[in-house]
């Protein structure tokens, strides 16, 4: 734009364009320069607050490439399984039914009689005697029936809780693998719109500067320009969110972080 601003400013010299064209000129100009250094300010702003939250003082780069390879993306049933295995919150409803097992295990040994032996030794009337004795416990085989069943009860709630998550998880991956497609074909479509407006502006701009249009057909292509970038961005914006949400969603972030 500064540079469309130069040299409309000679062509006004030369009576080529009329002032007010200029103005708009330069008005645009100003407009798209502001916008410019709000969003670098933006950008660095964040940019400081990631590292505030990563606990970093020295810079940082963003990395624009996926951290995992799209293959690992396109099997839904291995993306299940690989939540049921790595998933943190599945990990824990897991180790509950097994600790549930083990204490049915334990509840299970302390119904057998325990049987106890021992000698006494006392006088009495100056004469000692010693003498053994046995003890068993009454009824002989079903002690602790009541703590068996509720540890059997508790884990069925552990283990009907799992098998809730993982139909849980099957559907948020299905839900979020839609999603991470979709966006991805958004963003696919809107980069070719933004080709073709850029082609399109470059056709007018050309067009514009030997006098074959009008100012007002440059902006509204510059303008249209804009947009299709615009919608772009966010389509991609929208697309690594996705993405994002497939991961934690699959468990495969874990690799990210390991």
Known sequence: WDTLVTINKNRLKNQVITTTDYNRTELVANQYNLLSQTSKQDYLNKLNTLK????????????????????????????????????SDINVLKNNVEMMKSNISLQKSMAYPQPELGAIYNPQNTVPYVGIYATIDLPFFDRNQGEIKKSQVTKDKAEQELATSK??????????????????????????????????????????????????????????WYDSQENYYEAVYQHKESYIQLLYTTGLINQIAQ
């Open 167 to 224: 139909e849980r998880i099957k559907t948020e991956i299905g839900n979020a693998y839609a999603s991470y497609k979709q966006f991805e074909q958004n963003a696919g479509n809107l980069k070719k719109m933004k080709e073709q407006s850029y082609q399109i502006l470059s056709n007018v701009k050309y067009a514009y500067m030997r006098g074959g249009t009008t100012l007002i057909d440059f902006l509204e292509a510059q303008r249209t």
């Open 52 to 87: 505030f939250s990563l606990g970093v003082t020295n810079d940082i780069a963003i990395a624009s490439d996926d951290a995992v390879e799209l293959s690992a993306l396109q099997n839904q049933d291995q993306m299940l399984q690989n939540a049921i295995e790595n998933r």
